[in-house]
């Protein structure tokens, strides 16, 4: 039998708080989402009891956080069903993740006059870093083009990708407006002529199952705190293949083997990539948030969130001022919209108020903003947590702010 | 009216309201009634960037007064600038330099001028005074 919301509320503190006066209710859960117990006493326990820094040292401690952190890393290769533990990075977050790899393939593999191709959905996390590879490097970014329902426009991928090709960079959910991308088909397309795919999980992890070898991505990020994780840990993966050409983003302690003044020896996969000491404490933060994912069930959780979000869907299709930005063919974890005539920050403002936490602005996705003719949104974002009360809760929120603007 | 009465008005004018939907509502209804800036005013120059919402501020210098204009895209903003500029605007150099701004605690709406909130606010008080300021430079120590 599957655990009952009412329960599983009861294990995040963060949620038993009045906001204003009102009881808070959550729904920024795209930005990132709230702790349970488990992950947040595993971090205490760490540090009350186990801390120490890992790897060489000899005594006990030292032993027992390597051995901590070194099952974390099988944890996270089982959760994307990766072929080797030594693909599995461990970095501060999705923006590092995407950082070591534009740095370390780029370094490997692109030259002048090569191509690069994102796509039109990315947030600037998966855009600015390709961008500023490409000037460095003299290469040309391509841009896969938005179509008006929010999802990409595949023929025209398939037009622009080519033998200059070197990464495609797609996210397979876009934190914008929730369009779910047709990830398979990108990297099927991809393969065909050869090129490196990376898919940006950030926003996708914590709703569904990801199989990366089933999947076919040649490297895929995420974030630990966006799945019930803490802040600062981040997870690269990459197919070793790729991994053993590419050199190391930052140098220091942990990635060398033998160090002297005019030489030095790169430590093995996946050392190389992991330079000073490690976030440990986060790192068992996360390996808890796996399980806490995997004890109540990946597929329960995106059910619920769909539902909650279908419904939400429903009564926003309703409300006359009301609208929602994107239809795409399948949607998760978020929708957008804008109040014709009332401003995002306005709107946002009245709904803090009323203990309603929501996002506003341009979601650091500024170019789809720009196609969708916005200067932001107001971003409603699901949980496993979420209730239908609280659903019901917002949207009645939301005639009440349309009602003091009228 | 000194700037003290024009802040003392403000409080009382406030302390009106049963709840925070009244002051919103009110914050609302200043900011619609408060003039839009003409587009001519809208420059860069005179925008201050808050992340969320966009603020313009233009400051004026007439017979020892200082006199503001502002504007926002977000209503709630432009009704909180025009709450400031109630208080501030007709005031000496002298007096905008050493408003402490302490009537905003009194009204509740100190939050919305934290540096860490996204909408300008903060960073307008600072360009009102630094306005003052230079006024005050330009005008009244020459002699």
């Known amino acids: 039998m599957s655990l009952s919301i009412e329960y599983i509320r009861s294990l995040f503190p963060i949620l038993h708080q009045t906001v204003h006066g009102k009881p808070l209710i959550y729904l920024d859960n795209g930005a990132t989402n709230q702790k349970p117990k488990q992950v947040i006493d595993r971090i205490v326990q760490y540090y009350s009891a186990e801390n120490a820094n890992v790897h060489r040292g000899v005594h006990y401690l030292s032993a027992i956080s390597t051995e901590a952190m070194e099952n974390t890393r099988k944890n996270v290769q089982q959760f994307l069903n990766a072929a080797f533990d030594e693909e599995i990075i461990f970095t501060k977050g999705t923006t590092e993740s995407i950082n070591l790899l534009a740095h370390s393939f780029g370094k490997a593999f692109i030259g002048k006059g090569d191509e690069v191709i994102v796509s039109g959905l990315e947030h600037h996390a998966n855009f600015v870093p390709w961008q500023q590879l490409c000037q460095e490097k003299g290469a040309i970014l391509k841009v896969i083009p938005i179509q008006p329902d929010g999802d990409l426009d595949l023929e025209a991928f398939e037009e622009m990708i080519s033998s200059k090709t070197k990464i495609v960079n797609v996210n397979q959910v876009s934190n914008a407006i929730g369009t779910v991308n047709p990830i398979e088909k990108i990297i099927e397309i991809s393969h065909k002529h050869g090129v490196a795919v990376h898919i940006d999980g950030a926003q996708a992890v914590s709703h569904f199952a990801i199989d990366v070898q089933k999947m076919d991505c040649d490297f895929y990020t995420f974030s630990g705190h966006k799945m019930y994780g803490p802040m600062g840990i981040g997870i690269f993966y990459g197919k070793k293949e790729y991994l053993e050409k590419m050199p190391p983003y930052q140098t220091g302690g942990e990635m060398i083997e033998y160090v002297s003044v005019d030489e030095v020896t790169f430590n093995q996969l996946p050392y190389k990539f992991e330079a000073g000491t490690p976030n440990v404490g986060g790192i068992l933060g996360l390996d808890e948030a796996i399980r806490f994912i995997q004890n109540i069930g990946i597929e329960r959780i995106g059910e619920h969130e769909n539902m909650l979000m279908n419904d939400t869907l429903k009564q926003l299709e309703t409300i006359d001022l009301v609208k929602i930005i994107g239809k795409p063919k399948q949607r998760a974890g978020a929708i957008s919209i804008v109040l014709n005539g009332i401003h995002h920050y306005d709107v946002a403002t009245i709904l803090d108020q009323l203990g309603i936490a929501v996002r506003s602005g341009h979601h650091c996705a500024q170019p789809v903003m720009r196609y969708f003719g916005v200067d932001g949104t107001i971003r409603v974002s699901f949980a496993i947590y979420n209730t239908q009360e609280e659903i019901d809760t917002f949207v009645h929120a939301l005639k009440r702010v349309i009602g003091m603007f009228r | ?143």
């Open chain 2, 1 to 143: 009216m000194t700037l003290t009465e024009k802040a003392e008005n403000i409080v009382a004018e406030f302390s009106l309201f049963g709840d925070w939907m009244d002051k919103y509502a009110y914050l609302i209804e200043l900011g619609e009634e408060s003039d839009p800036l003409p587009e001519d005013l809208k420059t860069k120059q005179n925008l201050i960037s808050g992340c969320q919402s966009q603020l313009w501020l233009v400051a004026e210098y007439r017979d020892g007064k200082v006199f503001f204009r502002t504007d926002s895209d977000a209503i709630i903003t432009k009704g909180i600038a025009r709450v400031l500029t109630k208080v501030l605007d007709e005031s000496t150099p002298s007096e905008i330099i050493e408003c402490d701004l302490a009537f905003l605690d009194q009204i509740g709406l100190r939050e919305h001028l934290s540096p860490t909130r996204a909408n300008g606010l903060n960073s307008m008080v600072k360009q009102m005074k630094l306005y003052a300021l230079v006024f005050k430079t330009k005008y009244e120590n020459a002699g």
